[in-house]
């Protein structure tokens, strides 16, 4: 006989005591013990991607707020800084000018994207 085959003769006594409604039912107890563990490990993991969700949202949002307060003060000071050369009236127009130029730059160069990306994804694929 190989060595690599199983021998019948080895079984132990005990593997002949059982029964298959027992072993399934053991099999059963193993696999609910088995979901139970596997469904507290996966609510802990939701927890935590829960908290964590949190907290990274509210250290955008205060990145956000400064870097809008950040812009403010910028635009502020391009306005003080101009002042002496086009008075107050005609830097406060220089800088709203300017930013409106941005804006604009920005919503055309979004709108040209927003139509590639409409053109591309109405395409039907080639046959």
């Known amino acids: 006989m190989n060595d690599s085959e199983p021998s019948t003769a080895r079984v132990s006594g005990d593997a002949r005591e059982r029964s298959l409604p027992e072993d399934l039912r053991e099999l059963a107890e193993d696999a609910r013990a088995l979901a139970e563990a596997e469904f507290a490990y996966q609510k802990s993991r939701a927890a935590f991607a829960g908290q964590e969700a949190k907290r990274i949202a509210i250290l955008g949002l205060l990145a956000a707020a400064l870097v809008f307060f950040a812009l403010m003060a910028l635009t502020l000071g391009l306005v003080l800084a101009l002042t002496p050369m086009l008075t107050a009236w005609g830097a406060t127009a220089v ?10 730059i920005c919503g055309i160069l979004a709108a040209t994207r927003w ?3 409409a053109v591309t994804l109405s395409e039907k694929d080639p046959e």
Request: charged share 10%; glycine share 16%; hydrophobic share 70%.
């Open 95 to 104: 800088v709203v000018g300017g930013l409106l130029l941005v804006a604009a």
């Open 115 to 117: 139509r590639n990306m």
